[in-house]
C-alpha cells in the first residue's frame, strides 16, 4: 500500500493538530485498514485516535441522557447497562452487526464514519463518484443488487451500511465533533448525506474535524419499553442487512402516543419518513396500521436496476418491526439479536 | 505371499484426536508463508483489471523506481521457463498463465511481478505500475459465447452417456418433468491463501508450499523448470485446506520460483483473498435440463441430464454434472451429456466433489420434482427407484447400504410425519417450515501411492509417504492404519508425511486418500512384518525358528505365526538377534483393474433437512439437517463425522450462499472477499446430525475404505432446496436460492 505518516496523539488537541490535508482518523481500524489494502484510501497520513483520553466511556448526562465517547468499543457499549436500559435497540443493532471480534475493535466514531459496502466503492480500478468525483458510477448496470432504493442519485446509489445508525437516527441522537474551530454538534439525521451530485461529500463531518461522542437524548429512554431493531440478512449472522427497520413507541393506555421508524441499507443514510411516524398517532398499534406506516416510509422509493424487490423486502421489514416493538422490548436480549429467527432468548450480558 | 495384514488392530475404529490440533490451535504449525529463509524477497503480482483483451501499458519504470523494489517481470520482460507451460507433463496439468504474452484471458490473471525486499514495497511496486488495457467485452454467463460439444468434461469422464433407450423412456413415462436448473461459480476460499517460498540451489529447488499432490507437483514443476524431479523438494506439512484448488501448481506459483531463480535469493509469494478468485480454480457455473418420466407406479423410465458448464477460453474443465445421474437410479434408460462454453474466466477446476455436487443438486430437486408430480412421498419415491445393480451397466455394487441410510437417516428425522403437500407446515409464530431430502452419492475411486515401513531396534516404528493432510486429519487416520499394520499401539509409530523426499503417497483428492496412502502404509507395515518373520525364522533362538511358510501376523510389537497368537516374538528382539538398528519394508496401493472393471464402487446416504422460512420477510434457516452415510469402513469416527458435517455444510453453503458474481462489462468478480462471497457461518448450523452405516467391501480395497470427504454436498443441496420448496410451495431453480426469489410474486 502506499505509505503514510502513522501518527499517534496523546491528547485530543494534539490530535486535532496533527491534522493536513490527506489525513485519515484511526478508530478500530476495521474499516479504514480495508480500504487501505484495497487502495480505495489511500491516505499520506494516519492519525490514530484511539489513545485519546476520556472517549471511551458512556456517561449520564445531567439531564438523563447519555453521552457516548467516541472510542467506545460497538462490544461495550452493547453490553452497557446504562445504554440497554435507555435504548436497547440500539444495543441490538449493534450486537447483529459484523462479528465478535469485529465489534471487540469497532469504535463508535468509526462505526458513524463507515463508508458505504458498494463493492465499486471499495474496488479503486472502477469508477466511482463517491470516491473519485467525476469519474462516473460503475454500480448503476452493475453486479451489486444491495444499492439503495430511496434518496439515491443518478450519480450515486450507494448505501450507508451501518446498524447502529438506524436506531440512533430514529432516537434524534447527536454527534459532537471537535475541529479546529472548536465544537459542535450535528444531528444524526443530518450526519449523512444524501449523494445528490457529490456524493464524494458523504457526511457533515469536515475532514478537520474528528467525533468526541455520541448523545443519545433522555427522551430515548422513553421508547425504551417497545423498541426493536429487526435486520433482514442473506444469513444468520454476520451480514450487513439487506433491510432494517428500527421502530420505537411510546405507548400510553393501549395507544401510541409517539412513533419512530427508521430504515436502514435503503439509502445513504438511515432513512425516517416524518408522515410515516406521525400517521400512527393515537392509534392503536395493529397490523394495517403498521403497514399503512410502512407504505408511508417507502413513499417515493425507486429501484436503483434490478433492485426492486428491495422496496417490497423493506416495507415488510417495516411494517414486522413496528409489530416487534409493540408486542415489546423483550426481557433479554434475543439469542439472534434483529434477527426474524430471534425469539429464543439469553441473558444480555451473557 | 499370503495376505496377513487385512485384519484390524486396535487402532482403526478409534476416534483418536487430530496429531496436528494441538499445533495448530497453539499457532505451532509452521505453515508455508510462515516459512523466512535468510534473504528472502517478497513477490506480489498484478492482477487483471479486466477479463479480455490486452495488457497496453505498464509504468514500469515507476514501479522500479519505488524504494525497495529489486525487479519487475512483465510479458516483455521476464526469464524464459526451460518447459512450455502448454504441456501437459502429468495427467492433471492445466495450461497456467506466466505472463506468455500480453493478451488477458480473465480477470486476475497475473499480468506482472513485483519483486521487493518488503511486503509492502512489493504490493506499492505493484500497484505503481498502473496498468491500461485494451478491453474487450467479456464473456462471463453461459448465454456469452457459443456452446459446444464435449469429449472429455475433465479427468476422465466422460461427455455423454446413454444406457438403455431414452426416447422410449420419455415416451413411456406416465408423469413427467423438464426441469431447467443453474448453479452459479463458486471459489474454494480455503482459509490458507495459496502460497509458496521457493528458494533455488543451483538446479535443486525446494518449495514450502501447500500441496494436495505432492509428487504430482513436483513432477510438473520439474517439467517447467527444466530439473529432473528428484532435484525438487517439496515441503506441505500443513495446508490450510484444500479442497481441491491445491493439487495442481498455478501460474503465480511458477512465476515466483521463476523470479527466486533469477533473482538468485528465496522468494515468497502469498495470494490475497481477492487473487483467490482467478488463477487457482474454481467451481465453473452450470445450467442443467433433466428431463426424467416414471411409470404409473413410480419407477423411473428415463434420467435423461444435459449439462452446459463453462470453461475458460484456452483450457478444458467442466463441471461433470450430470453423470450424477449414472449409476444411482433404477431408471430404465439413462442419458448424461454435456456441452461446454468457454468464457473470459480463470480455468475452472476440482472444487470440492467436481461434477458431483452441481450434478447432485439439480438431480435432487428433478426427483423431488416428479416424485410430487406423481403423488408420491419422495423417500418412497427413490425407494422404489432403489438400483440394487448398477443402472445400465448391471454391474454388482462392491456394497451399498444405502437401504439402511434411508432407514436411519428419516428414523432420526422424524420423515414419516411428513405432511406431502407444500406450504402447510407452520411454526404457531407463523414460520414457514418444510422438509426435503436427497440422496447422496460418491464415487469410490483409489489412486497410486507408495509407503515405507521401518521397524526400529526398541521395537517402535517409523511410518513414511508423501501425504497430504488438508485439515481433514489424513495423518491421524493414516498413523492409525499404518499402526495396525504393524501391530503397534499408536503412541508407538511416528509417523511422517508431508515432504516430497518420502515415498509417493499421492493425490489427496477424490475423496481417495485415506483408501490409497492408508492402503500403501497398510502394505509396507505388512511387508516390514513378513520381513521380520522371515528373519526371525532363520533365527535358532527365536521361538519363530522355523515358521517361515505359516505367514505372520503382529499384535502389540509381536511377530507371531499366523493364526497362533501363542507362538510369536518381540520386534526387538529379532532385530537385535540379528544385529540389525532397523528393518524396512515398503509397499504400494493401487485397485486392480479386474476390480475397477468388475464392480461399481460409491459411497451412499441420505440427507434429511428442515428448514425455517420467514412468512413475510422469507429470510431461510436450516433448522436440522440429518445425514445417514454408508462409506464402507470408518477408520475414525471423529473425523470421518466431521468431514461428513463439513460436507453437509459446504451443501447449505451451495444451497443458500455461494455465488460470485461478474461484473458484466470488465467481468471481474464484484465480490471477492469473505464479507460478500458469503459462506455460512456458525449462526447458520443448527441441528447437524451425522449417521454412520457401516459396510464390510472386500472389493474396494483391502482395508474396505471407501472415502468420506466430499460425498457430504450430495444430495444436502437437494434436501435444502427442496425443504424450502416445501415450506413455500416455491420452486426456485437457481442455486443460491435467495430472499429475493421467494418475495417475487409467483
Ligand atoms: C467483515 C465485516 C462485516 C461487517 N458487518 C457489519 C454489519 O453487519 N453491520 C454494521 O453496521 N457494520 C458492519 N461492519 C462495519 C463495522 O461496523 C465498521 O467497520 C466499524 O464500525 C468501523 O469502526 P472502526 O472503529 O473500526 O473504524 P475505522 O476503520 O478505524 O474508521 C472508519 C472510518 O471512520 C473514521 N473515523 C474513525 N474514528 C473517527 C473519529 N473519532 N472521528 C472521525 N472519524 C473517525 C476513519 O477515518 C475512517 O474513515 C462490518 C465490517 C466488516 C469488516
Ligand atoms: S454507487 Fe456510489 S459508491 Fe457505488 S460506484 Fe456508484 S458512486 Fe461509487
Known amino acids: 500500500m502506499k505509505p503514510f505518516d502513522f501518527v499517534r496523539p496523546a491528547t485530543l488537541d494534539e490530535a486535532l493538530a496533527a491534522w493536513r490535508p490527506g489525513t485519515a482518523w484511526l478508530g478500530g481500524g476495521t474499516n479504514l485498514v480495508d480500504l487501505m489494502k484495497t487502495g480505495a484510501m489511500a491516505p499520506d497520513r494516519v492519525v490514530d485516535v484511539t489513545h485519546l483520553p476520556g472517549l471511551d466511556r458512556v456517561e449520564v448526562a445531567a439531564d438523563g441522557g447519555l453521552r457516548i465517547g467516541a472510542l467506545v468499543r460497538n462490544s461495550d457499549l452493547a453490553r452497557d447497562a446504562d445504554l440497554l436500559a435507555r435504548a436497547p435497540m440500539v444495543a441490538e443493532a449493534l450486537l447483529s452487526g459484523a462479528s465478535g471480534q469485529l465489534r471487540n475493535a469497532a469504535t463508535v466514531g468509526g462505526n458513524l464514519m463507515q463508508r458505504t459496502r458498494c463493492p465499486y466503492f471499495m474496488d479503486p480500478e472502477s469508477a466511482c463518484n463517491r470516491r473519485d468525483p467525476g469519474t462516473g458510477c460503475d454500480a448503476r448496470d452493475g453486479a451489486w443488487d444491495n444499492a439503495a432504493i430511496l434518496g439515491h442519485s443518478p450519480a450515486c446509489i450507494a448505501t ?12 434524534d441522537a447527536a454527534v459532537e465533533v471537535r475541529g479546529p474551530d472548536g465544537a459542535r454538534e450535528i444531528p444524526l439525521s443530518g450526519f449523512h448525506h444524501l449523494p445528490g451530485d457529490t456524493p464524494a461529500a458523504q457526511t457533515e463531518l469536515r475532514p478537520d474535524e474528528l467525533i468526541v461522542a455520541l448523545r443519545l437524548p433522555a427522551g430515548a429512554a422513553d421508547f425504551a419499553a417497545h423498541a426493536r431493531y429487526l435486520k433482514v440478512r442473506e444469513r444468520t449472522s454476520y451480514a450487513f442487512a439487506l433491510a432494517s427497520a428500527a421502530a420505537a413507541l411510546r405507548m400510553e393506555g393501549g395507544r401510541i402516543a409517539e412513533a419512530r421508524l427508521a430504515l436502514g441499507s435503503v439509502a445513504a443514510k438511515p432513512w425516517r419518513v416524518a408522515e410515516a411516524e406521525s400517521l400512527m398517532l393515537g392509534q392503536a398499534p395493529d397490523e394495517a396500521l403498521f403497514a399503512r406506516a410502512a407504505e408511508a416510509a417507502l413513499s417515493g422509493a425507486a429501484p436503483a436496476g434490478g433492485n426492486g424487490w428491495k422496496i417490497d423486502l423493506a416495507r415488510r421489514t417495516a411494517a414486522r418491526a413496528l409489530g416487534l416493538a409493540a408486542a415489546g422490548t423483550p426481557a433479554r436480549m434475543p439469542a439472534l439479536p434483529a434477527s426474524p429467527f430471534g425469539p429464543a432468548e439469553v441473558p444480555a450480558h451473557a | 505371499m499370503p495376505d496377513t ?36 524477497l517478497h513477490a506480489v503480482y498484478v492482477p487483471a483489471a479486466i477479463a479480455r483483451g490486452r495488457v497496453a501499458h505498464l509504468d514500469v519504470e515507476r514501479a522500479r523506481a519505488h524504494p525497495g523494489v529489486v525487479r519487475v517481470m512483465t510479458p516483455a520482460d521476464h526469464p524464459a521457463l526451460a518447459g512450455d507451460p502448454d504441456d501437459k507433463p502429468t495427467r492433471f496439468s492445466f495450461r497456467i498463465e506466466v505472463l506468455q504474452d500480453d493478451t488477458v484471458r480473465y480477470a486476475g490473471q497475473p499480468i506482472a511481478l513485483v519483486l521487493a525486499e518488503t511486503i509492502e514495497a512489493a504490493t506499492e511496486g505493484a500497484r505503481l505500475l498502473s496498468p491500461r488495457y485494451e478491453a474487450e467485452a467479456p464473456r462471463t454467463g453461459l448465454d456469452d459465447n457459443a456452446p459446444f460439444d464435449v469429449e472429455e468434461p475433465g479427468f476422465g469422464a466422460p461427455g455423454e452417456t446413454v444406457h438403455g433407450d431414452p426416447e422410449a423412456g420419455h415416451a413411456a413415462a406416465i408423469h413427467a418433468v423438464e426441469v431447467t436448473y443453474e448453479t452459479p461459480p463458486q471459489y474454494h476460499n480455503a482459509m490458507e491463501t495459496h502460497a509458496v517460498v521457493a528458494e533455488w540451489d543451483g538446479d535443486r529447488l525446494t518449495l514450502d508450499t501447500p500441496s494436495q499432490a505432492l509428487a504430482m507437483s513436483c513432477a510438473a514443476y520439474a517439467h517447467l523448470f527444466g530439473i529432473p524431479a528428484e532435484n525438487v523438494v517439496l515441503r506441505s506439512p500443513y495446508l490450510g485446506g484444500g479442497f481441491g484448488s491445491k493439487a495442481i501448481p498455478s501460474g503465480p506459483m511458477v512465476l515466483a520460483i521463476l523470479a527466486a531463480q533469477e533473482a538468485g535469493r528465496p522468494v515468497k509469494l502469498m495470494l490475497t483473498r481477492r487473487q483467490m478468485f482467478g488463477p487457482v480454480g474454481h467451481r465453473g457455473a452450470t445450467r442443467q435440463t433433466l428431463r426424467l418420466g416414471c411409470d404409473a407406479d413410480g419407477r423411473l423410465t428415463v434420467i435423461d441430464h444435459e449439462t452446459l458448464a463453462a470453461t475458460s477460453s484456452f483450457e478444458m474443465f467442466l463441471e461433470s454434472a450430470s453423470n450424477a445421474s449414472q449409476g444411482l437410479y433404477a431408471a430404465g434408460a439413462l442419458r448424461s451429456a454435456h456441452q461446454g462454453v468457454r468464457l473470459d474466466v480463470g480455468t475452472p477446476g476440482p472444487m470440492r466433489a467436481p461434477g458431483e455436487a452441481s450434478g447432485s443438486a439439480a438431480l435432487e430437486c428433478a426427483m423431488d420434482e416428479l416424485a410430487h408430480a406423481a403423488g408420491i412421498d419422495p423417500l418412497d419415491f427413490r425407494l422404489r427407484n432403489y438400483a440394487e445393480t448398477e443402472p445400465g451397466t448391471g454391474r454388482p455394487y462392491s456394497s451399498k447400504a444405502l437401504r439402511d441410510c434411508y432407514d436411519r437417516g428419516a428414523e432420526a428425522f422424524g420423515w414419516s410425519g411428513r405432511p406431502m403437500a407444500p406450504a402447510t407446515m407452520r411454526d404457531p409464530d407463523g414460520t414457514r417450515i418444510g422438509w426435503g431430502m436427497g440422496t447422496a452419492f460418491f464415487p469410490s475411486p483409489m489412486f497410486a501411492a507408495e509407503a515405507r515401513a521401518t521397524l526400529r531396534a526398541d521395537g517402535s516404528a517409523m511410518v513414511e509417504t508423501a501425504g497430504a493432510d488438508m485439515g481433514q486429519g489424513a495423518w491421524t487416520a493414516l498413523a492409525q492404519i499404518a499402526a495396525d499394520g504393524l501391530g503397534l499401539p499408536l503412541d508407538r509409530v511416528e509417523f511422517r508425511s508431508g ?30 512384518i513378513r520381513r521380520l518373520g522371515e528373519l526371525a525364522a532363520e533365527q535358532p533362538d527365536s521361538p519363530l525358528f522355523g515358521a517361515g511358510n505359516a505367514g505372520f501376523e503382529a499384535r502389540e510389537g509381536r511377530v507371531h505365526v499366523a493364526g497362533d497368537a501363542g507362538r510369536g516374538d518381540a520386534f526387538a528382539d529379532i532385530l537385535a538377534r540379528a544385529g540389525m538398528s532397523e528393518l524396512v519394508g ?65 451443501g447449505l453453503s451451495f444451497a443458500l450462499h455461494e455465488e460470485a458474481r461478474h461484473d458484466p462489462r470488465t467481468g471481474r468478480i464484484v465480490n471477492s472477499d469473505l464479507a460478500e462471497y458469503r459462506v455460512p457461518v456458525n449462526a447458520d448450523v443448527q441441528g447437524l446430525q451425522v449417521l454412520t452405516v457401516h459396510e464390510d467391501d472386500t472389493h474396494v480395497n483391502a482395508l474396505g475404505i471407501k472415502g468420506v470427504g466430499e460425498i457430504g454436498i450430495t444430495g444436502s443441496v437437494g434436501a435444502i432446496a427442496n425443504a424450502v420448496w416445501h415450506a413455500t410451495g416455491r420452486r426456485v431453480r437457481r442455486f443460491p436460492i435467495r430472499i429475493e426469489d421467494l418475495l417475487a410474486p409467483a
Open chain 1, 160 to 171: 450507508n451500511p451501518s446498524d447502529f445508525c438506524v436506531p440512533l437516527a430514529a432516537l
Open chain 2, 5 to 40: 495384514h487385512t485384519r484390524f488392530g486396535s487402532s482403526s475404529g478409534q476416534p483418536a484426536t487430530r496429531r496436528d490440533g494441538l499445533a495448530k490451535v497453539t499457532g505451532a504449525a509452521t505453515f508455508a508463508a510462515d516459512n523466512r529463509p535468510e534473504g528472502m
Open chain 2, 499 to 528: 515432504v516430497s523426499t518420502l515415498p509417493d503417497g499421492g493425490v489427496a483428492g477424490g475423496s481417495g486418500h485415506t483408501a490409497t496412502a492408508g492402503g500403501a502404509l497398510h502394505a509396507a507395515g505388512g511387508d516390514a
Open chain 2, 586 to 650: 515398503s509397499g504400494r496401493a493401487s485397485r486392480p483393474d479386474a476390480d475397477t472393471r468388475d464392480y461399481a464402487m460409491n459411497s451412499h446416504g441420505a440427507v434429511f433437512a428442515e428448514v425455517a422460512v420467514d412468512p413475510d420477510l422469507c429470510q431461510i434457516r436450516v433448522r436440522r439437517l440429518v445425514g445417514a452415510f454408508a462409506a464402507g469402513r470408518i477408520i475414525n469416527p471423529r473425523l470421518a463425522e466431521s468431514q461428513l458435517m463439513g460436507g453437509m455444510i459446504w
